[in-house]
């Protein structure tokens, strides 16, 4: 089970942290990723990353802005996001990666509830 927090309201340029805990035995050896999705828009890949850490991959509008990271004995992902631009608006979820970690690649499955990102001045 996946639980993602930490967002809420900021504006252009600041920068929020994104925390999903996970329950279960199995998230150490997980791949994980997150997706967004904004109102009437369809789901969107933001970030993997692989079960040791050591591979990362971004979507392309996110790429040095945002950070994926995980800390393997919390049982937790993070999602650090800096400059933040009003089209990031949007749910984010957490969820288990499988298949590819890249964009084109990857199958997510069993993400929680999304934790809402709102971008606005």
């Known amino acids: 089970q996946l639980q993602a927090s930490g967002g809420g309201l900021v504006q252009p340029g600041g920068s929020l942290r994104l925390s999903c805990a996970a329950s279960g035995r199995t998230f150490r050896t997980c791949d994980m990723g997150w997706f967004r999705q904004a109102p009437g828009e369809d789901r969107e890949f933001v970030a993997t990353?692989?079960?040791?850490?050591?591979?990362?991959y971004y979507a392309d509008s996110v790429k040095g802005r945002f950070t994926i990271s995980r800390d393997n004995a919390k049982k937790t992902v993070y999602l650090q996001m800096n400059s933040l631009k009003v089209e990031d608006t949007a749910v984010y979820y957490c969820a288990v990666a499988t298949g590819s970690l890249s964009p084109t690649g990857v199958d997510f499955r069993s993400w929680g509830q999304g934790t809402l990102v709102t971008v606005s001045s």
């Open positions: 990353i692989s079960w040791s850490g050591g591979s990362t």
